[in-house]
């Protein structure tokens, strides 16, 4: 068994990881969070026209400062061209006359009859939007391998786009390994245990988009975990499992693994979370993480998260950290790199959870968030430390 450093692993984790092959139409209404297979250009100039930013007059700046009012301009109709000495009634959104070449908000204006007496010098072009001056026609909105938000889709939506060409969703199989492993709503016998990481990992899943097929409770035994392990890959593009890659007498996860596919087990140099699997069956892939509760909620943020992004067809799938303040001291770090659950306080430093004994999921519920620690690194009261926030973590 290798030892790795966490960069390392990461590195060959996503120098096989492949996008999905599929792309779906969908309708732009139902495209948010779903990731762009194909950029998206505008058909259209954005505004389409010359139109008010304001509710006021237009006018023709060289025909001075009073001027008939002979017309009246709603958004979503169009004014005839300006006759000289004249102004147009104009309101926001509404198509700029021809002839005009400033608007004067109603504030700047007063009314004497039919006619209207400007009280400023309007500038050449003010309170005109003009034709193309937010998109031009022709031009690149949204690149490929983008994760839809909803301004994107709204954004899609504005220049009349109706479908959107979107990856396929990663279909991906859990499985839970652990002979003590129940679940809530059955009796706790002695000596067995909930079992946290479906709930976890299934959660993780969700957020990431995927379609997820859930194989449940795993005993211990090489021929059941062989036997859910091939139906999983026949089914999914990745097979994530907890539990069963130590090096114990009652996990399984490895020779199934090597029985089915290809098999790479890796020691890495982080903590919490040290083995960590990583292989193929067929056509699918399969990280195996351990079954600490915390170790498989940091790995699979750290590892099977840009795994997936990446799958999915997403270009960017770095974690973006944020230099925040330590408000704790930690003297004694490991000879690894520590992820450190850590919370937002009042005065915009961070507060370390008491303990970071990596059984206790406690802290990770209880946190904002991991603070990436370099081996061997002292952290005191007032360092700036590497912060990934879950809301950054999260997509
Ligand atoms: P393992 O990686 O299988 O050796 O498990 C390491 C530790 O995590 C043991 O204490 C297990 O009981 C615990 N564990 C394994 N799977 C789960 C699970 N699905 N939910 C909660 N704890 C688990
Ligand atoms: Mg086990």
């Not at 060959?12 to 297979?37: F, M, W, Y």
């Not at 023709?60 to 009246?72: E, N, P």
């Not at 709603?74 to 700029?96: C, E």
């Amino acid at each position: 068994m290798s030892l790795l450093s966490v960069d390392e692993a990461l590195a060959q984790l996503l120098a096989d990881a492949r996008t999905v092959p599929d792309i779906e139409e969908i309708p732009t209404l139902e495209a948010t969070n779903r990731v762009l297979a194909v950029a998206q250009r505008s058909a259209m100039d954005v505004p389409p026209m010359d139109n008010s930013a304001m509710d006021g007059y237009a006018v023709r700046i060289a025909d001075g400062k009073k001027l008939k009012i002979t017309q009246k301009i709603m958004a979503g109709a169009v004014g005839q061209p300006l006759a000289p000495g004249t102004a147009a009634r104009i309101f926001t959104g509404a198509p700029i006359p021809h002839g005009a070449d400033a608007v004067v908000m109603q504030e700047h204006t007063s009314i004497e009859g039919d006619f209207v007496v400007l009280k400023s010098s309007p500038r050449k072009g003010e309170w005109i939007r003009w034709v193309g001056s937010d998109i031009k026609k022709g031009g690149e909105i949204l690149p490929a391998g983008k994760r839809l938000l909803p301004q994107d889709t709204g954004l899609a939506a504005s220049v009349g786009i109706k479908t959107l060409p979107v990856f396929r969703k990663v279909r991906l199989g859990l499985f839970f390994t652990g002979d003590e492993l129940v679940m809530p709503g059955e009796p706790l016998a002695p000596g067995r245990i909930y079992n946290s990481n479906r709930f976890t990992l299934r959660g993780l899943a969700e957020v990431f988009g995927c379609e997820t097929r859930d194989y449940g409770i795993v005993p211990d035994s090489l021929e059941a975990t062989r036997d859910v392990l091939r139906r999983a890959a026949a089914e999914c593009d990745v097979v994530v499992t907890s539990g069963g890659v130590s090096v114990g007498d009652a996990d399984y996860v490895k020779p199934a693994v090597e029985a089915e596919g290809r098999l790479l087990m890796w020691r890495i140099a982080m903590k919490p979370g040290r083995p960590l699997a990583f292989g193929s069956i067929k056509n699918s892939f399969f990280i195996g993480l351990p079954g600490n509760p915390v170790s498989s909620f940091v790995t699979f943020l750290i590892f099977v998260r840009p795994f997936l992004l990446k799958t999915q067809g997403m270009n960017d799938v770095a974690p973006k950290y944020i230099a925040a303040r330590a408000d704790f001291d930690w003297l004694e770090p490991d000879s690894r790199r520590e992820f450190l659950r850590v919370k937002w306080n009042a005065s915009g430093g961070l507060d370390l959870y008491p303990t970071q004994d990596s059984a206790v999921l406690t802290s990770t519920a209880w946190a904002d968030g991991l603070v990436d620690n370099p081996a061997k690194q002292a952290i005191r009261k007032g360092d700036s430390v590497r912060f990934l926030p879950y809301s950054e973590l999260y997509w």
